[in-house]
C-alpha cells in the first residue's frame, strides 16, 4: 500500500491543524493504522493508533485529550486532528499501515508515508 501524508504547516501555539494520510494500492480497511512523529535528534515516537474498523484507538500519552485519530474507509484516508498544539509537537509527523492490526511501535509497521513537517511556533 502506498501512502501519502499532507496537511502539515505552521501553526501558533493552541492552534490546530488537521493531517491526512492517503492510502492506495491495496484494500485500506485490511490495515490497522498508526501517527509517529520524529523531532531532530529524536527517535520516532508513537502519536496514536486506529484499529480497521476504526472502533478503537490509542493515543500517546503527551497527546491524550489534545488529538483525535479518525479514519474514513470509504475514502481510504486516516487523518490526526491536532488541537491546543505546544511547541514540542513540532515533528515530522508519519503514517503507517500495519497488515497484523494496530500497534504502538513502529518497528510493527510495514508500510509508511513520507512525512509532513509539523511546525509550532511561540
Same mark, same amino acid.
Given at each position: 500500500?502506498?501512502l501519502? /501524508?499532507?496537511?502539515? +504547516? *505552521? &501553526?501558533?501555539?493552541?492552534?490546530s491543524?488537521?493531517?491526512s494520510? %492517503?492510502?492506495? +494500492?491495496?484494500?485500506?480497511?485490511r490495515? !490497522?493504522? !498508526?501517527?509517529? #512523529?520524529? /523531532?531532530?535528534? @529524536?527517535? #520516532?515516537?508513537? =502519536?496514536?493508533a486506529?484499529?480497521?474498523s476504526g472502533?478503537?484507538t490509542?493515543? /500517546?500519552?503527551? @497527546?491524550? +485529550?489534545?488529538f483525535?485519530?479518525? #479514519?474514513?474507509? %470509504?475514502?481510504n484516508? =486516516?487523518?490526526l486532528?491536532?488541537?491546543s *498544539?505546544?511547541p514540542?509537537?513540532?515533528a @515530522?509527523?508519519y503514517? /503507517?499501515a500495519? #497488515?497484523s492490526?494496530?500497534?504502538?511501535? %513502529?518497528?510493527?509497521?510495514?508500510?509508511?508515508?513520507?512525512?509532513?513537517? &509539523?511546525t509550532v511556533?511561540?
Amino acid at each position: 500500500v502506498q501512502l501519502q /501524508a499532507s496537511g502539515g +504547516g *505552521l &501553526v501558533q501555539v493552541g492552534g490546530s491543524l488537521r493531517l491526512s494520510c %492517503a492510502a492506495s +494500492g491495496r484494500p485500506f480497511s485490511r490495515y !490497522g493504522m !498508526g501517527w509517529f #512523529r520524529q /523531532a531532530p535528534g @529524536v527517535e #520516532r515516537e508513537f =502519536v496514536a493508533a486506529i484499529t480497521r474498523s476504526g472502533g478503537s484507538t490509542y493515543y /500517546a500519552d503527551s @497527546v491524550k +485529550g489534545r488529538f483525535i485519530i479518525f #479514519r474514513d474507509n %470509504a475514502k481510504n484516508t =486516516v487523518y490526526l486532528q491536532m488541537n491546543s *498544539l505546544k511547541p514540542e509537537d513540532t515533528a @515530522v509527523y508519519y503514517c /503507517a499501515a500495519d #497488515r497484523s492490526g494496530v500497534s504502538g511501535s %513502529a518497528s510493527e509497521y510495514d508500510y509508511w508515508g513520507q512525512g509532513t513537517l &509539523v511546525t509550532v511556533s511561540s
